[in-house]
């Protein structure tokens, strides 16, 4: 079945760290990838978007996300944590020949420590 | 702009009430997207609109849910009658291009009792 996973329901880095939130999809052709936040109390922001090309996908705060075809992977990373980078990020994928339908994952909650 | 506008940001009501929330999408877009987003079931797709028109309502989970937009600038979500199962945040999004960007109100938060 289609589907979107986020494996890691809730992380918690330190300030300062690196970070990495996975995302797999399992998709019969690769589908449009995004990468959403949402702070407490708030709508969706868009971080980044890959559709097609280069496969490392450069976004806003400083976030980046590698497309992996051979994982069916659309990773999220950041090098240097920040406190207010705290909520919770989710993976979408919109199915090509659907061109509307954002199906998004379970959400990955991110607590960032001191 | 403003942004994507819902109303109201709570609400709470008693079942068997009719709720409606309300969402004004940014200008000049032309879609518009209602989703539902509960602890059990993630984020979820209720209805799409194009261009006033609705495309896609295979999310809207019963006859109990209807949308409308009767113009460009303003959608509703109703439910009659409300069951405590309905309690959950709403969102509705809205997008110049249905491949780019879902810019995302606030979400209305809706207690049903």
């Known amino acids: 079945a289609q589907s979107v996973t986020q494996p890691d329901i809730h992380i918690t880095v330190s300030e300062g760290a690196s970070l990495e939130l996975r995302c797999n999809y399992s998709y019969g052709a690769t589908p449009y990838l995004f990468w959403y936040v949402q702070s407490p109390g708030q709508g969706l922001q868009l971080l980044l978007k890959?559709?097609?090309?280069?496969?490392l996908v450069q976004g806003i705060k400083g976030f980046e996300a590698e497309f992996k075809r051979s994982q069916s992977s659309f990773n999220l990373r950041k090098p240097s944590v920040h406190w207010s980078d705290a909520a919770e990020y989710f993976c979408a994928v919109v199915e090509r020949g659907s061109n509307y339908k954002l199906t998004f994952g379970k959400g990955t909650l991110l607590t960032v420590n001191p | 702009d403003a942004g994507v506008i819902q109303s109201p940001r709570h609400e709470v009501t008693e079942m068997g009430q009719e709720v409606t929330l309300r969402c004004k999408p940014i200008?000049?877009?032309?879609?518009l997207f209602w989703y539902r987003q509960t602890m059990m079931r993630g984020l979820e797709l209720l209805i799409y609109?194009?261009?006033?028109?609705?495309?896609?309502d295979s999310g809207m989970p019963e006859d109990r849910f209807s949308a409308k937009m009767p113009n460009a600038s303003f959608s509703t979500l109703k439910i009659q009658p409300s069951e405590p199962r309905d309690s959950a945040v709403y969102f509705c999004a809205s997008t110049e291009d249905t491949l780019d960007i879902q810019y995302f109100g606030a979400g209305t938060r809706l207690s049903v009792l």
């Open positions: 890959y559709f097609s090309g280069d496969t």
């Open positions: 200008s000049g877009h032309n879609s």
């Open positions: 609109f194009n261009n006033n028109v609705p495309i896609d």
